[in-house]
Structure formats: structure tokens, C-alpha cells
């Protein structure tokens, strides 16, 4: 069966510093994966989808990046933290052929 | 881009009440799904409905779809305290899956 893993869970970080989540997916290849933010409990806003290794697209301008360095590993990174990149970051696979999206546990993240 | 509206936002209700949470989009929806998610977790699917004036059940939930394929409802009888949660809806474009807003449900007891 197929599973879906984000770490880390929860992360306090400074404003003006670094980030990295990461994603990874087992048991199926080559899965579309998506990152999602979501603030306070309210609808998920797509940041980055792929759909293969290094091919990336972007949905907001914004302070984050997103690497697909292999095939079912997704990291959503930053160089410098805003206040404003607080929120609940979500991880997401879907297979090719597929309309269902499954969800990793999510990550909290609050910038202080 | 296609926008999706859910309605209401938030909705307070005692358990053993029925409610019904709306998707409404400004074009056609090829399909449409709902989630439901938990605080602190991600969104779980609940239905995909694709045919225009289709209904699916999923025990006390009624899910339908309009007949112009452009907005969706989700009916819950005799609420219970295990539906609070949050509502979305999303739709699949390009790739892409794209969420409403959701509608934050809370049943009291």
C-alpha cells in the first residue's frame, strides 16, 4: 500500500531563517505531489505541484521554492522566513491516473 | 483559473439537527470532491461525484451534484458530534487540485 510521510511535524523558526520540509511517498512510482498551505483551519492554497523529478511549477509568487531531487521525495524550502509563512504546510500524492489526493500528516510551522 | 465558493463559512449546529454546505463554481466542474479534515491532520476524501445530477449516499450523507455540473451539496441528517470538522471541496484542473474554502462545522452536544 502506498503511504505518504512529512517532517518535521512542528517547527518554530526566527524570522530571517532557513526552512526545509520534507516529503516522501512509498509505494507507488512516479505520482504527482503537490505542497499546500493552509491558515487558520481555512481552504488549502496550492503552493508548488509536480509532476516528475525537477519539473516544478510555482502558484504564487512567494518566499518559498520546492526541489524534487527524486521521484517520491518532495522538500519545500526557504532561504529567509517572513512572519507571513506561518501556517500548516500539507504534502500531497496522487497517481497519474487518478482523481483522489492523499494527504501527509502535515507540518506546523510559526515564525516568531 | 476556476474559483470555488463554499457557503456558509462557518456553521454551529446541535447534534441530531440536519445541514447542507454548498460548492458553487463560476464554470463547469469536469468533477468535483469532498473532503473532510480534522484539526491538526490532513483532508480526508469523503466522495468524488462526476455526472451532472448524480447522488451519492455515504451513510448519514447525501452528496449532489448539480445538473449543469457547476455547484455540489453535501446534506448530513441527524448530525452527531464526530462530524465537526472542515468541509472542502476541490476540483481537478490540469493537474492541479484546487480547494474551496471550506465550511467549518461544529455539532454540539
Known amino acids: 500500500s502506498q503511504t505518504i510521510h512529512q517532517w518535521p511535524a512542528t517547527l518554530v523558526q526566527p524570522v530571517g531563517s532557513p526552512l526545509s520540509l520534507e516529503c516522501t511517498v512509498e509505494?507507488?512510482?512516479?505520482?504527482?505531489l503537490y505542497w499546500y498551505r493552509q491558515a487558520a483551519g481555512r481552504g488549502l492554497q496550492l503552493l508548488f505541484y509536480s509532476i516528475g523529478i525537477d519539473q516544478i511549477s510555482s502558484e504564487v509568487p512567494q518566499n518559498l521554492s520546492a526541489s524534487r531531487p527524486q521521484d517520491r521525495q518532495f522538500i519545500l524550502s526557504s532561504k529567509k522566513l517572513l512572519l507571513s509563512d506561518s501556517g500548516f504546510y500539507l504534502c500531497a500524492w496522487r497517481k497519474r491516473s487518478g482523481n483522489t489526493i492523499y494527504f501527509g500528516e502535515g507540518s506546523w510551522l510559526t515564525v516568531v | 483559473t476556476q474559483l470555488l465558493e463554499q457557503s456558509p463559512q462557518f456553521l454551529s449546529i446541535q447534534e441530531g439537527e440536519n445541514l447542507t454546505v454548498y460548492c458553487n463554481s463560476s464554470s463547469v466542474f469536469s468533477s468535483l470532491q469532498w473532503y473532510r479534515q480534522e484539526p491538526g491532520e490532513g483532508p480526508v476524501l469523503l466522495v468524488t461525484v462526476v455526472t451532472g445530477g448524480e447522488v451519492k449516499k455515504l451513510k448519514r450523507l447525501t452528496f449532489q451534484f448539480g445538473d449543469a455540473r457547476k455547484d455540489s451539496s453535501l446534506h448530513i441528517t441527524a448530525a452527531q458530534t464526530g462530524d465537526t470538522g472542515l468541509y472542502l471541496c476541490?476540483?481537478?484542473?490540469?493537474?492541479?487540485?484546487?480547494f474551496g474554502q471550506g465550511t467549518e462545522l461544529s455539532v454540539k452536544p
Open positions: 476541490a476540483e481537478g484542473q490540469g493537474g492541479k487540485l484546487i
Open positions: 509505494g507507488t512510482s512516479n505520482p504527482n
